[in-house]
């Protein structure tokens, strides 16, 4: 890294990135695993978080223009924001000093980026919060449905099972037990009364064969 110069504002991220790499000759846009230049990624997803409050997803888009490093999503971001703090602890007085070059007055067009992308986040959150409530209700609709299904099933075995019942029969489920008590008690008499009625009819049978 050279001596420090004088070096104007520096008021997008572009500025920021032809900056860097012309101080430290390390390609931050390279497609590379190498150390020096993932630490160096890793600094200026740093200067665009704390100098222009990029989020996660902010910083994944200004990366993704970049040809190189089109697959450079929100969980990346992420994860290179929270790598540059082990990066910094071995490196503290470099990426100190190199972060003096860097003063920075946002053009008003990227103040207006991090409101943005909150705002694309709470699209997102809310979108997914309407499509899963969707499917809840779209399976409780189709609990109900076959809840219903069950009762129509149910009404048909009930109207076929009292096609065949008297009108009395009928009347009797319908009463309270202290009705039906007092009703089989009557019934139980007529019944014993065609017992009696019976037993008699044979009897003058007999007789009447003899």
């Not at 705002?119 to 809310?126: A, E, H, R």
Request: contains cysteine; hydrophobic residues 35%; positive net charge.
């Amino acid at each position: 890294m050279k001596d420090k110069i004088e070096i104007p504002i520096l008021k997008t991220p572009r500025e920021i990135s032809d900056l860097l790499i012309s101080i430290t000759k390390v390609n931050i846009f390279e497609k590379t695993r190498v150390r020096n230049v993932i630490e160096h990624r890793a600094f200026f997803c740093y200067l665009l978080k704390e100098k222009f409050d990029f989020g996660p997803s902010a910083i994944s888009v200004f990366m993704k223009t970049n040809p190189k490093l089109k697959t450079y999503d929100h969980a990346t971001a992420i994860h290179a924001l929270k790598m540059f703090k082990v990066y910094k602890a071995y490196r503290k007085e470099y990426f100190d000093t190199l972060e003096t070059y860097f003063k920075v007055k946002p053009d008003e067009n990227y103040e207006q980026l991090p409101t943005l992308e909150n705002m694309v986040n709470k699209y997102v959150l809310y979108k997914n919060r309407y499509y899963n409530a969707k499917n809840k209700i779209k399976t409780q609709q189709e609990k109900l449905n076959d809840f219903k299904g069950k009762i129509k099933n149910l009404e048909e075995f009930k109207s076929k099972s009292t096609a065949e019942l008297t009108q009395n029969e009928i009347l009797y489920r319908k009463l309270d037990k202290k009705k039906m008590e007092i009703y089989d008690e009557r019934a139980n008499l007529v019944l014993k009364s065609f017992e009696w009625q019976k037993s008699k009819n044979e009897f003058e049978i007999i007789n009447c064969s003899t």
